[in-house]
């Protein structure tokens, strides 16, 4: 049998279709109606056996990213939710030997769109393979929902719908692919404070429901129907906290984005600008057309280009 010493994860961002939000539990979280959407925007998590190292803690980390990444947000201890995969499978498991974990982010950090939350999950994929410790996907499932709500969720990937706190998933029929860009803001948003002003602005919320017109727009790969059904119940909160992402969203809207919103708790707002049922020369000059007038607004710290869906955390 061939033994790995290296194992790497490669593992995608997500924004979220629809996000449906109820009242506060009283355990501090919200029940979701949550429809997640991997995107071609991926980090890299590579575990390499570290026997040999002289002092042993179970991880040490290191991470490297492109720019609008913060990386100085990462967390190099213990408490990265990479690390925190990592020992939660050793103790599981019973089987571990010391590990370096070195991630490579481009998944932009409390961005809205899941970073550490995939970091996570590549980890656990990543670990099970190095220590061949054989979890079944649904004990690595049942692992990434302890240490996330949005963890399950980079496991998997494609297009699905999360219940519960976010972390029950279904998958959800999408044959289409879709075009985004996203605007990365200079600013990072705190998830539990969103929530918290969500509950501020919002004291009586209603159950979440799911939309069943996103539900008809991504079986049916229909693009304008999928840009009018996007909707965040977070982003009023995102905006309150960061009124400036207000302007973000019509800049790109004015440049002829077919939907836009705040990707999860914010700041990144994300645009739809074509895909599944339209011409790609007419969805390229869209897109071509967003970026510039982002990338010209002043309002953002980077654009980038990503495309959905795309499968979970894989090895590579
Ligand atoms: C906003 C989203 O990213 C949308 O996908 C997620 O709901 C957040 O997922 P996450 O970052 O994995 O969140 P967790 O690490 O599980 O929780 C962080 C904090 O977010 C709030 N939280 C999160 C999920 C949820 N269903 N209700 C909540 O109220 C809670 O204050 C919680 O303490
Ligand atoms: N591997 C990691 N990568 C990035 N941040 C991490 C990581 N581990 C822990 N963190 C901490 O988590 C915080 C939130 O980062 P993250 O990038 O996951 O936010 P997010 O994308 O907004 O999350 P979500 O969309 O799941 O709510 C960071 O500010 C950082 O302190």
């Known amino acids: 049998m061939t033994v790995n010493t290296t194992v790497t994860v490669r593992v995608p961002a997500k924004v979220n279709l629809q996000l449906a939000v109820g009242p506060g539990r009283e355990d501090g979280f919200h029940d979701l109606v949550n429809v997640f959407h991997a995107v071609s925007l991926f980090d890299e998590v590579t575990a390499?056996?570290?026997?040999?190292?002289?002092?042993?803690p179970l991880t040490e980390l290191t991470a490297d990213g492109?720019?609008?990444?913060?990386?100085?947000?990462?967390?190099?201890?213990?408490?990265?939710?990479?690390?925190?995969?990592a020992v939660l499978l050793a103790e599981t498991t019973g089987k571990s030997t010391p590990v370096d974990l070195k991630l490579i982010k481009?998944?932009?950090?409390?961005?809205?769109?899941?970073?550490?939350?995939?970091?996570?999950?590549?980890?656990?994929?990543?670990c099970d393979r190095l220590w061949d410790s054989g979890m079944s996907q649904e004990d690595l499932a049942g692992l990434a929902a302890r240490l996330g709500s949005d963890v399950a969720f980079g496991l998997v990937g494609g297009t699905a719908v999360g219940t519960g706190r976010g972390e029950i998933l279904t998958p959800m029929d999408s044959p289409g692919r879709f075009q985004w860009v996203f605007a990365l803001s200079p600013h990072g948003l705190s998830t539990p404070a969103v929530f918290g002003e969500y509950d501020r602005l919002f004291p009586d919320a209603p159950e979440p429901r799911e939309s069943p017109a996103?539900?008809?727009?991504?079986?049916?790969a229909d693009t304008a129907a999928l840009g009018r059904a996007l909707d965040n119940d977070l982003q009023p909160a995102a905006l309150s906290l960061l009124p400036e992402l207000e302007r973000t969203l019509d800049t790109g809207r004015a440049a002829g984005?077919?939907?836009?919103?705040?990707?999860?708790?914010g700041p990144t707002c994300a645009f739809l600008v074509g895909g599944g049922d339209e011409d790609p020369g007419t969805v390229e000059a869209r897109r071509r057309e967003v970026v510039a007038s982002l990338e010209g607004s002043g309002l953002c710290e980077s654009v980038v280009t990503?495309?959905?869906?795309?499968?979970g955390a894989v090895l590579v």
């Open 106 to 126: 481009q998944i932009p950090v409390a961005g809205g769109m899941a970073g550490g939350s995939a970091d996570a999950a590549a980890a656990l994929v990543a």
């Open 66 to 85: 492109g720019t609008g990444t913060h990386l100085a947000r990462v967390p190099l201890d213990s408490s990265n939710l990479a690390a925190r995969a």
């Open 306 to 311: 990503a495309e959905g869906d795309v499968p």
């Open 48 to 56: 390499q056996d570290a026997s040999a190292r002289r002092s042993r």
């Open 257 to 265: 984005a077919v939907g836009a919103l705040v990707s999860g708790s």
């Open 214 to 220: 996103l539900r008809r727009a991504l079986a049916e």
